[in-house]
């Protein structure tokens, strides 16, 4: 009599448990708006094709999931950023999760998301606000730090050194760029940092001719240079291959492509740092799904950086990093 009470105890926790998770939710479907900085780099659909995995997982496990994907047109257009997001707002969507463009211009519009019962998952780049929900990231300082390292071991520890910054207001690669001149400054000080105050700007075109005019003041001098993105490494690599200087200077990017790639092999890319951009967007989703749940979630999420070489290019760990499932999940 007593172990059937405990049974019919136990049962009923159960479902209570289940109750709190349903009336959370309502039964319903939960519409998660995914909102990247721009949608154009590879970087960005593989963020896309992460939070699709994670809404395939959730609606097999009995969690309908819609996941509505919309950026603006260019990464540095603050501005439809802000619009994107009040139209969401506005929307009633149950959550966003947001890569922000600003780490402060951004602000506003979420802590009104908030207010409006909207709450928000921060990714890839810091927030200036107390009212996200968590933030699903790369330890970008870290990820700076090993490009320093690397370009250091590259040059003996001495040399003259270029860091072509990306844009004002992007959290994630000033962290980057703070602790590249971090590790820089104290583990390497008989290299010279010839230029540090340059910014790129969004797009690659924008970042070849910004590494043309540096490339053209210190083209003679430089022995080696850190990027800390897609488009500036993208741009930056251009430039050198155009003046025929590609391998000749000690060149460590941010993020992957198959152009660096080819680069890396060609021996004109001597490293670059990568992030996991598919369990961002993966982890992303399932936080914001998870909060909605009524479960609780870690406040800060690490979602991994790695230093890639032509040492380390072939290994079975770099080419899933390299080569994520895009076509599984964006076709």
Known sequence: MRKTLYVLLALALIATAA?????????????????????????????????????????????????????????????????????????????????????RALARPVEEAKSAGVPTVIIDSALESNSIVSFVATDNRKGGMLGADRLGELLGGKGKVILLRYAEGSASTEEREAGFLQEMKQKYPNIELISTTEYAGATREKAKSASENLLNRFGDDVQGIFCPNESTTAGMLSALQDIGKAGKVMFVGFDTSQTFVDAMRAKQLHGIVVQNPFNMGYLGVRTMVEQLQGKLVEKRIDTGVTMITPDNLEAAETQALLHPPLDQYLK
């Open 19 to 103: 109750g709190c998770n349903r009336s959370k939710t309502n039964g319903k479907k939960l519409t998660i708006a995914v909102i990247p900085k721009g949608t154009s780099h590879e970087f960005w659909k593989s963020i896309h094709a992460g939070a699709i995995k994670a809404q395939r997982e959730l609606s097999t496990n009995g969690a309908e999931i819609e996941i509505i994907w919309k950026g603006p047109l260019r990464e540095d257009d603050r501005d439809q950023q802000i619009q994107v997001v009040e139209g969401f707002t506005s929307q009633g969507v149950n959550g966003i999760v947001l890569a922000p463009l600003d780490n």
